[in-house]
């Protein structure tokens, strides 16, 4: 398993704080450490994530098609493919926000089908979530943001929560930032304190939703190696969904392609690079694909979709 190689570069927006990233770089490497040291050791040789046959829809269209997936404990795996593909469906149904027309997803052991809102509950505490966008709360501190899941779903004082909230802060670099509003931060940092958040409940599963949009190659870059870091200290599996290729190449130990719905290929990097597929060349080459539309068609299946 690759190991992530922390070269302490600094994003757009870090760059105005100068030498001061010099002793947060310390802090961070003493933080992670800390938290490699007390990780989980419970890594089995069963899937966290195991689909099958997973159908869905939008009211008539079909936007899946019989996908398979599964994901193993350490594993960094990439879902990627061009707009349109099923990327964002196949997320939100892994996380439970969707109901499947057919097939089976079990996540940690729970079938998401037949679990009770108890066992959802308990399997929510376990998976972090890095939204697109960061979705912080801008009304919110960056520490009150970080300390949020701990504040709904554990019994910890308050002085244990904020001793957590900003350990993780430094683990991505942010120490010192917890009084800081939102407003505040750069891109960068928006994201890297999201992620502090989606980990501060040490979940086994990890998800990002485009974790590289709206960033900057070097900001971008930064993030990748620090998503490898937290899988090799932490242990934690993590599941990214991206369209940026030099993100997912960089990252990924599997990768899952999908177009129009079906998983053209799961492989590691060197077999998506070296599939003849057509249309994954086309991906990995940016060359647009030509569609010839049916007005009738398109028309007829809008109807279809509002009735």
């Given at each position: 398993m690759r190991r992530a190689r922390w070269r302490g570069r600094r994003g757009a927006g870090d760059h105005a704080r100068g030498g001061a990233?010099?002793?947060?770089?310390?802090?961070?490497?003493?933080?992670?450490?800390?938290?490699?040291?007390?990780?989980?050791?419970?890594?089995?040789?069963?899937?966290?994530?195991?689909?099958?046959?997973?159908?869905?829809?939008?009211?008539?269209?079909?936007i899946l098609h019989g996908i398979d997936f599964r994901v193993m404990p350490g594993e960094i795996r990439v879902i990627m493919g061009g707009s349109g593909s099923g990327k964002s469906t196949l997320l939100r149904h892994l996380l439970g926000l969707q109901t499947p027309a057919a097939g089976h997803i079990r996540v940690l052991g729970t079938d998401l089908a037949i679990a009770s809102a108890a066992e959802k509950l308990a399997?929510?505490?376990?998976?972090?979530?890095?939204?697109?966008?960061?979705?912080?709360?801008?009304?919110?501190?960056?520490g009150d943001n970080v300390a949020l899941p701990l504040r709904e779903h554990t019994r910890l004082d308050e002085n244990t929560i904020r001793i957590m909230s900003r350990l993780k802060l430094e683990v991505v670099n942010l120490g010192g930032f917890?009084?800081?509003?939102?407003?505040?931060?750069?891109?960068g940092m928006v994201k890297r304190a999201a992620l502090a958040r989606a980990i501060v409940m040490d979940p086994k599963l990890l998800f990002?939703?485009?974790?590289?949009?709206?960033?900057?190659?070097?900001?971008?870059?930064?993030?990748?190696?620090?998503?490898?870091?937290?899988?090799?200290?932490?242990?934690?599996?993590?599941?990214?969904?991206?369209?940026?290729?030099?993100?997912?190449?960089?990252?990924?130990?599997?990768?899952?392609?999908?177009?129009?719905?079906?998983?053209?290929?799961?492989g590691t990097v060197e077999q998506v690079r070296a599939s003849d597929n057509e249309r994954i060349q086309d991906l990995l080459n940016r060359r647009p694909r030509e569609v010839e539309v049916n007005v009738d068609d398109y028309l007829r299946r809008l109807t279809e979709e509002q009735s």
């Open positions: 990233f010099d002793h947060r770089d310390r802090d961070r490497r003493h933080a992670v450490l800390v938290l490699s040291q007390s990780v989980r050791t419970d890594v089995s040789d069963q899937p966290l994530i195991d689909v099958t046959g997973l159908h869905a829809y939008y009211g008539k269209r079909r399997l929510r505490k376990q998976i972090g979530v890095s939204f697109q966008g960061g979705a912080l709360f801008t009304s919110m501190s960056v917890q009084d800081l509003m939102p407003a505040q931060l750069s891109g990002f939703d485009e974790p590289s949009a709206g960033l900057d190659p070097v900001v971008s870059a930064e993030l990748d190696e620090l998503i490898l870091q937290l899988r090799d200290a932490l242990r934690m599996s993590i599941v990214v969904v991206t369209h940026e290729l030099e993100s997912a190449f960089k990252i990924a130990d599997t990768i899952t392609v999908l177009d129009h719905g079906h998983v053209l290929l799961t």
